[in-house]
């Protein structure tokens, strides 16, 4: 029996569960993939790694910048650019000073992995229902016999996923709420390129008003510095692009996404030729890439008998700073019901 169990293991999920470890609450994170972080994720591959993800912290508000000086002092991040360059149709590239974007040497995965020391993380762990009896919540997993029962319930996935768990236990108003929150998609490449590649002098580039491109990133400009053995052989240039909303929106339902990885780069390689043939691609679809429309709360409290609160950067906000607020907030609303201790300090989550 857990006093919380968090579903998602991504960064909203993490930091709520250490709010809430922290506090002295007994925590679990149930999560389905085999890698904590959910949209912070580094993908191992062919000798090397890249970020198919989030590709850097660009401090946008306190908590961001606290964390990014803590993970900063521990060298799990680092500088990466003060410069990302703009590049719109008919005009030349234009260097946009920034203030500074972190990356993780190591993959920005790093980060979850640091929130997640000290935990208990079930992962390989999909939740598919959740149930009251006993005063307590049932939380039934994919293909498994065995449930994960908790007082209180903190569901930290991106709301239509929330939907599916808490339909048959929310409000009318909560449904509707939950319903209200929309998502764009976006599809990200990874690609390899030999080490002959002439290297751009840039490290980012931001594709304005395009409908197929929106950003590209070089990422093995970020692995210098890396201790991380399975990053140690990314000597030959990777650049991760990532497409447009209205791109990857085409593609919800494909299942062969190696043809539409290879569209987005001949639109890659229109705006910049030297990228025409890599030696190997990867693609991924994000169903769930960014909030753009989102719940003026910080989380959704769901009224049940026993506490069931969602967050994550889809309430309050829409970003990683968004992110970290509605988690706070979530533990809070836990703490507030629960009354293990007088009140949650804000940083707590920065006590590791
Ligand atoms: C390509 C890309 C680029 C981005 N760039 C930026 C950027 O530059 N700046 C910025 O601020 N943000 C950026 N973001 C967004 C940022 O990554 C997110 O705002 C943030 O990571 C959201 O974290 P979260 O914990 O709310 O959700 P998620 O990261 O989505 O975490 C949810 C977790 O729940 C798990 N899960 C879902 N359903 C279940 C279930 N039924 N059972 C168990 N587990 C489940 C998922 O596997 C996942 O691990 C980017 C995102 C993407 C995809």
């Known amino acids: 029996m857990f006093d919380v169990a968090i579903v998602g293991a991504g960064i909203s999920g993490l930091v709520c569960a250490q709010q809430l470890h922290q506090a002295g609450y007994r925590?679990?994170?149930?999560e389905k993939s085999r890698g904590?972080?959910?949209?912070?994720?580094?993908?191992?591959?062919?000798?090397?790694?890249?970020?198919?993800?989030?590709?850097?912290?660009?401090?946008?508000?306190?908590?961001t910048k606290s964390f990014v000086e803590l993970l900063y002092s521990q060298n799990i991040l680092t500088v990466w650019t003060d410069t990302v360059h703009e590049f719109k149709a008919d005009s030349q590239l234009k260097a946009v000073k920034t203030s500074p974007l972190y990356i993780a040497p190591d993959g920005m995965s790093a980060i979850a992995r640091f929130l997640g020391k000290n935990l208990e993380i079930q992962l390989n762990r999909r939740v598919v229902g959740l149930s009251l009896s006993n005063n307590c919540w049932h939380i039934e997993l994919e293909d498994s016999d065995a449930e994960v029962v908790a007082k209180s319930v903190v569901v930290a996935i991106p709301a239509p996923q929330a939907l599916m768990l808490v339909e048959s236990l929310a409000s009318s108003e909560a449904?509707?709420?939950?319903?209200?929150?929309?998502?764009?998609?976006?599809?990200?490449?990874?690609?390899?390129y030999p080490?002959?590649?002439?290297?751009?002098?840039?490290?980012?580039?931001?594709v304005i008003d395009d409908d197929t491109l929106a950003w590209i990133g070089n990422d093995s400009s970020k692995r210098s510095g890396m201790r991380s053995p399975a990053c140690a052989l990314a000597l030959s240039p990777v650049f991760v692009f990532h497409s447009s909303a209205k791109f990857a929106q085409n593609y919800i339902d494909t299942e062969d996404l190696q043809p539409v990885g290879q569209q987005l780069l001949n639109k890659v390689a229109k705006l910049f030729p030297e990228?025409?043939?890599?030696?190997?691609?990867?693609?991924?679809?994000?169903?769930?890439?960014?909030?753009?429309?989102?719940?003026?709360?910080n989380c959704l409290n769901i009224d049940t008998p026993q506490p069931l609160i969602c967050c994550g950067d889809w309430c309050g906000g829409f970003n990683l700073e968004d992110a970290m607020r509605s988690a706070i907030v979530a533990a809070a609303q836990i703490n507030q019901i629960l009354q293990l201790c007088p009140t949650i300090p804000e940083n707590a989550f920065l006590k590791l």
Do not use: H, M
């Not at 925590?27 to 149930?30: D, S």
């Not at 209200?180 to 998609?185: L, N, P, S, T």
């Not at 990228?275 to 709360?297: E, G, K, M, V």
């Open 36 to 63: 904590l972080g959910g949209r912070v994720t580094t993908r191992r591959l062919q000798d090397t790694c890249a970020d198919r993800g989030l590709s850097y912290i660009f401090p946008a508000g306190e908590l």
């Open 175 to 192: 449904l509707d709420s939950l319903r209200k929150v929309e998502f764009a998609a976006c599809i990200s490449v990874i690609a390899g």
């Open 195 to 206: 080490a002959s590649l002439a290297l751009p002098p840039w490290q980012a580039v931001t």
């Open 275 to 297: 990228f025409a043939n890599p030696d190997w691609l990867q693609c991924d679809f994000w169903r769930y890439a960014f909030p753009t429309i989102s719940l003026a709360d």
């Open 27 to 30: 925590v679990v994170v149930v």
